[in-house]
């Protein structure tokens, strides 16, 4: 069966840090491109992150760019968030979601454009 498991969230103060975590079972995450999304409540997810099946593509949305940064250590079958000066808007639950192979350009960023979904993980920013 394969499964997605995020764990990292928490809380933490504005200007913080936390290293999120997203690792498969059931699975090689090899050969998936992997996108982190978050969504805060009465609000629609949003992409945040994609990494490339071999980590050499990273994209990210505007609103994290400069303050986000996404790895993959394929050896431990994992992908990682790490999300440095945090605002109370980045507060939301945190999904990372993987496809086989990568999207197209304009997809890497949608939500649709993957098939396989963790749990979530919530992050909440507040003094």
């Known amino acids: 069966q394969l499964q997605l498991v995020e764990s990292g969230g928490g809380l933490v103060q504005p200007g913080g840090s936390l290293r999120l975590s997203c690792k498969a079972s059931?699975?090689?995450?090899?050969?998936?491109?992997i996108g982190w999304f978050r969504q805060a409540p009465g609000k629609e997810r949003e992409g945040v992150s994609y990494?490339?099946?071999?980590?050499?593509?990273?994209n990210y949305a505007d609103s994290v760019k400069g303050r986000f940064a996404i790895s993959r250590d394929n050896a431990k079958n994992a992908v990682y968030l790490q999300m440095n000066s945090l605002k109370p808007e980045d507060t939301a639950v945190y999904y990372c979601a993987a496809r086989f192979q990568e999207p197209i350009a304009t997809m890497e960023l949608r939500g649709d454009a993957y098939n396989y979904w963790g749990q979530g993980t919530q992050v909440t920013v507040s003094s």
């Open positions: 990494i490339s099946t071999s980590g050499g593509s990273t």
């Open positions: 059931g699975f090689t995450l090899d050969y998936y491109a």
